[in-house]
């Protein structure tokens, strides 16, 4: 085991995995587009988000890591 690694990764600052939502309107269409991704495909779940200005990052997450989603609404 590489102690060096070990070591960085204890003294690194924690990750927070999910950030409250603020803004209900980016809320509404994120849920949309996974109902899209359900009812169509994730293509179009992509190009529905991508045309509400939804975070690539955000659209990656929600449609391609389903586990990484929040539980409950904010």
Sequence with gaps: MNVSLV???ESAPPVTLFHPRHDDACSAVVDRGILVQSSFNTVCAIEYMKSHNVDPKVIERVLLH?????????
Excluded: E, Y
């Excluded at 389903?66 to 904010?74: F, S």
């Design 7 to 9: 070591h960085s990764l």
């Design 66 to 74: 389903p586990d990484q989603r929040r539980k409950a609404p904010h």
